[in-house]
DNA sequence: TTTGATAATGATAATGATTATCATCATAAT
DNA sequence: ATTATGATGATAATCATTATCATTATCAAA
């Protein structure tokens, strides 16, 4: 897999933080980038005790905090409970649709909406630094 | 305050469920609709606590579920790590811009930004249950 | 009205996701 | 190789919320 891009992006982050690049983020980070995107830290720990069985959770946490920070993940509320995360390098803002019946999410994006809610913002002299648009619902395989 | 149609509709749910009316969910309710919007269930047992020092937090979590249930309440995650309820009775649907320096929540309707969601809706053969699109950053008070 | 069935309450223990602590280990600059 | 310091793994702590359970209150029936 192209992963070398992102291995680089963590090592200059670690670099220019005085941090330390350990075997075990370095594992953490092949694991989620193999990975589907919006999994929880304890669903990438589950799969990267399957070849490293001694890297802890605490460390899938550390490390996922690491990733975020570092612009290679992004952290996600979906409502479920836990804290999900995707991958963010070359990745462009988009929004989500959950599927209250199997848990799929599809991504789409709406640069109409976007605008909208600019508007919304300047009509309430509200800056927006962020934002997200959750819509759920039945996918085409639940309904019916 | 006018609340005796949410007394009523508190009350014709309850004998529906067959469950009782009981001092502590009409104090509750009561408080509850005196209060702003957008509130915690700590929040609103700190108020319930200065009049009715006898009723307990859990009667109050029980009574917000009690609320959301009968259409009185509707909660919220705002992302702070505690569920948040406002008022649901003869309300129409909203979103909400949310201040991360003072907290402040902003409500909003832009009826073309749910109808553009019908149209994502539609192209992924998904059917919209309900959404949620919260917008973060500075309100004008905050902003500068 | 009493009674009796059962739902509700309050105190508190339990839960589950996440974070903090700490002794030990690994990394990287010297 | 040495050494300073950040990282790790195990586990305790936290925090919001839910479950448990003995006791009490509600309400419909008698
Ligand atoms: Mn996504
Ligand atoms: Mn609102
Ligand atoms: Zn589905
Ligand atoms: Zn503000």
Sequence with gaps: MGMKKEK???QK???HKRLKLTRQRQFILETFLSMESHISAEELYREV???EPSIGLATVY???HLLSKSGLAQERQFGDGQTRYEH???RSHHDHLICTECGDITEFEHPMIEKLQEEIADRNKFSIYTHRLD???LCKRCKR
Tied chains: 1, 2.
Excluded: C, M, Q, V
Aim: aromatic residues 16%.
């Design 88 to 90: 963010d390098f070359n």
């Design 135 to 137: 819509i759920y619902g």
């Design 8 to 10: 680089e992006i963590l």
């Design 13 to 15: 982050y670690i670099a």
């Design 49 to 51: 005790s399957k070849r």
């Design 62 to 64: 550390r490390t996922l």
